[in-house]
């Protein structure tokens, strides 16, 4: 009986001092949690380049989901020399939770001169801590490096050729040598840059560049070939060009009901919410979808075939011209002007849906219907030029097929913006418009582009 009572005595102090283990155990691993959280902050150096510059900028990025960012460092090395282009520590704000920021961004700036650093490879390293006591109280750490290549010399650019003479909706080329061909490079003009293509006569260093004038260009401001390479070092090579006055005709468009019943029921079909009445509807197609269609012909002409696919002079369907290209328009209902409008190709009317033939060889790149074109056909010639072929009633090839000259490509209409069968027949540089006269003239292909790559070569 004495035994039972001193074994049943123990029980209470023994459950107290399990209790205030098991309270010191808890307690220690919430305070391990609190102070010693195993969170490793994260680097990101995605967007430092692969070459800098003679000046030029390192992004970083750094973050941290636990204690926060304690302590930042950004060194540049290079051959046993350390420069330190970045630095911070961040006071604490309190003892547990988010004592320090989360993220830190920085754009920092490098200028290779100043720092001393030479040409050739560069360590970019960044070192980050956080707030926890792990690590002897030294806290979670992350390193991470990048070589980068450190490139300060621009390349070299020789002019072999450049246009001397333009008239604004004209067509002109450029030929030079670079020293880069993995620089981005080309003719820029009143601040458009037309880009370079190689010559693609097995000279490697050598290329041409082709370029317009808009029809209302009444100056040039600018005009250089330049190079931009990788590491952002930059070229620019001027040339002149002499703009000579063109002669614009200016003509008067009568808008009848007649033709505003017929043509607004077909636009509709393709924009169903055409505002107001029917002259509304009709302005609004002739101003705001217009200017719709020209972006989104400007937009297909923005990744040109890298090779040259025509040759010679461009063809001209049989018939005769019925509009000129920058003829100025007026255009008037009931006798009073409503719009004015440019005309940016030549019409040339022949037989009603006469066979309308591909001006020369390159690769369909748009075969459908564009509002105020309508049925629409436009080829990459390559470096550049395209030909555009609309009004059509009927298209005869598909997006990507290639063509020769005198490939049938469709039958001429009156959809879009026409008011008889006609084919409307345009030139393009880069997403320019410019005359088709210009490229019908094997004499002006072989003065303009032909001869001077020829002698190019000496």
């Known amino acids: 009986m004495g035994l039972r009572r001193q074994h049943s005595s123990r029980q209470p102090g023994q459950l107290l001092l399990f209790i205030v283990l098991i309270l010191l155990i808890a307690g220690g691993g919430a305070s391990f949690l609190l102070f010693f959280e195993g969170h490793t902050p994260s680097i990101n150096l995605t967007a430092v380049p692969d070459y800098l510059g003679k000046t030029d900028t390192v992004d970083i990025e750094v973050s941290d989901i636990g204690s926060g960012l304690r302590a930042i460092e950004v060194t540049a090395s290079q051959a046993g020399i350390v420069k330190e282009l970045y630095t911070k520590s961040n006071p604490r704000s309190q003892y547990t939770g988010q004592i320090g920021p989360l993220t830190d961004k920085q754009s920092l700036p490098f200028d290779s001169v100043k720092l001393g650093f030479k040409e050739g490879p560069i360590d970019i ?29 621009p390349p070299m650019v020789r002019i072999l050729h450049s246009e001397k003479y333009m008239f604004p909706g004209g067509a002109g080329i450029a030929i030079y040598t670079l020293t880069d061909s993995n620089s981005e490079h080309g003719v820029r003009i009143n601040g458009k840059l037309n880009n370079g293509f190689p010559v693609g006569d097995n000279r490697k260093d050598t290329f041409i560049a082709y370029f317009a004038l808009p029809y209302d260009s009444a100056t040039i401001d600018s005009s250089a070939v330049e190079a931009t390479d990788v590491a952002g070092n930059s070229t620019q090579v001027p040339f002149e060009v002499v703009v000579k006055k063109p002669q614009q005709k200016h003509d008067r468009i009568n808008i009848s009901d007649g033709f505003l019943s017929t043509k607004i029921p077909e636009f509709e079909q393709y924009y169903p919410n055409l505002p107001g009445n029917i002259v509304e509807k009709y302005l609004y197609t002739n101003q705001e979808i217009r200017d719709e269609n020209n972006a989104k012909i400007a937009e297909i002409c923005s990744s040109p075939h890298q090779d040259r696919l025509w040759k010679g002079r461009f063809l001209r369907m049989p018939g005769s011209g019925r509009a000129g290209f920058a003829d100025h328009r007026t255009y008037y209902y009931n006798d009073k002007p409503i719009d004015k409008q440019v005309h940016l190709g030549i019409d040339i009317a022949s037989t009603q849906r006469a066979q309308v033939k591909a001006a020369n060889g390159g690769q369909i790149v748009f075969a459908d219907y564009l509002g105020i074109y309508g049925n629409m056909v436009m080829i990459d010639h390559g470096q550049g030029v395209f ?44 997403g320019i418009f410019t005359t088709p006269i210009e490229w019908w003239d094997p004499h002006w292909i072989e003065v303009t582009i032909d001869a001077p790559l020829i002698n190019s070569k000496f």
């Not at 209409?413 to 008889?420: D, F, Q």
């Open 125 to 153: 390293t960044v070192t980050v801590h956080d707030f926890s006591f792990r690590g002897m109280f030294s806290g979670n750490s992350a390193v991470a490096s990048k070589t980068v290549t450190l490139d300060t010399k």
């Open 387 to 430: 030909s555009l072929y609309s009004h059509l009633s009927q298209i005869t090839v598909a997006v990507d097929d290639m063509v020769a000259e005198g490939d049938v490509v469709g039958l001429t209409g009156t959809t879009g913006m026409a008011g008889g069968d006609h084919l409307h027949f345009s030139m393009l540089i880069n």
